[in-house]
């Protein structure tokens, strides 16, 4: 008989800062997949696309939150650097979206 140990598939953010950054990536990596079905949908489903668009710079900022938190590479200067001005960019293409409406 085979045991499926679905209690490591669910978040826990209760359980300090690795099991954090491990949830949030986990959301993250829902987030992509869903991005990538409504991508291939996108002729299919009508308004699909827009929405997970506008969904993924959230999922993107949680995935790089993610790197930062628990990547050990991202311990690195540079990567560090490299988080931030990804982060930077993303929220300056928010703000652009939402306050250049007239």
């Known amino acids: 008989m085979i ?13 300090g800062i690795y099991f954090f950054a491990v949830s949030l990536g986990w959301f993250a990596v829902v987030g992509m997949t869903l991005v990538a079905i409504a991508g291939i949908l996108r002729n299919k489903i009508n308004g699909i696309w827009i929405l997970a668009h506008r969904l993924s710079f959230g999922v ?22 490299t988080h931030l001005c990804l982060a930077g960019a993303v929220i300056a293409a928010l703000v652009r979206r939402f306050t250049s409406r007239a």
């Open 3 to 15: 045991t499926i140990a679905y209690d490591l598939l669910l978040p826990e953010f209760n359980k």
């Open 60 to 81: 993107f900022l949680m995935a790089l939150v993610h790197a930062q938190m628990i990547g050990s590479e991202a311990k690195n200067g540079l990567w560090f650097v």
